[in-house]
T-cell receptor, first 115, second 114 residues
Framework: NAGVTQTPKFQVLKTGQSMTLQCAQD?????MSWYRQDPGMGLRLIHY???????DQGEVPNGYNVSRSTTEDFPLRLLSAAPSQTSVYFC??????????????FGEGSRLTVL | AQSVTQLDSHVSVSEGTPVLLRCNYS??????LFWYVQHPNKGLQLLLK??????LVKGINGFEAEFKKSETSFHLTKPSAHMSDAAEYFC????????????FGKGTKLSVIP
């Protein structure tokens, strides 16, 4: 059982370049999300989705786009990378059906450096 | 609105001694509370969760946490630290409609001295 899979694990970009971080889950979870983790800041929510065709902004959405065409996939796009986007990015998913608030399942992270 | 405050950014204990990681929260609704652990260069893993059942929650690897509504706290404890417990720990609150919006604390790094 793969769980949440993120690619790539490492990426170096130059300022102004674009790229997409891929995220896929095989647990049929309705909810998927992207977080960034910076030292001393904890995890901050970038964008999230509660189902195919539905996305919404989190705490720090500027500079990032997302789409959700299938239940399984939730890519994160950087259209014009900036050094401030140097961070570790985590994709996470959970079930939001039923009364249980559920557990967030995390990918192993993607470390992005923007020069 | 909801928020989480982890009172210590870094805690250092000797192997075999108790661990206490402190977390206070605020929430407009009845919260769900979680502790996650992150080992170096890894994703986050759920340690335990409180969802309005028993106030003393037992998790994996001997950790437990007690929900205290009067103190708005959810401190994480373990009777005896092991070297493998060295990691960063995050307290997380979920509240509001749907309870799927989570707010993370800034983390507490636990060091275990041999």
């Amino acid at each position: 059982n793969a769980g949440v899979t993120q690619t790539p694990k490492f990426q170096v970009l130059k300022t102004g370049q674009s790229m997409t971080l891929q995220c896929a889950q095989d647990m049929n979870h309705e909810y998927m999300s992207w977080y960034r983790q910076d030292p001393g800041m904890g995890l901050r929510l970038i964008h999230y989705s509660v189902g195919a065709g539905i996305t919404d902004q989190g705490e720090v959405p500027n500079g990032y786009n997302v789409s959700r065409s299938t239940t399984e996939d939730f890519p994160l796009r950087l259209l014009s990378a900036a050094p401030s986007q140097t961070s570790v990015y985590f994709c996470a998913s959970r079930s939001i059906s039923g009364r249980d608030t559920g557990e967030l399942f995390f990918g192993e992270g993607s470390r992005l450096t923007v020069l | 609105a909801q928020s989480v405050t982890q009172l210590d950014s870094h805690v250092s204990v000797s192997e075999g001694t108790p661990v206490l990681l402190r977390c206070n929260y605020s929430s407009s609704y009845s919260p769900s509370l979680f502790w996650y652990v992150q080992h170096p260069n890894k994703g986050l893993q759920l340690l335990l969760k409180y969802t309005s059942a028993a106030t003393l929650v037992k998790g994996i690897n001997g950790f437990e946490a007690e929900f205290k509504k009067s103190e708005t706290s959810f401190h994480l404890t373990k009777p005896s630290a092991h070297m493998s417990d060295a990691a960063e720990y995050f307290c997380v609150v979920a509240s509001g409609a749907g309870s799927y919006q989570l707010t993370f604390g800034k983390g507490t790094k636990l060091s275990v001295i041999p």
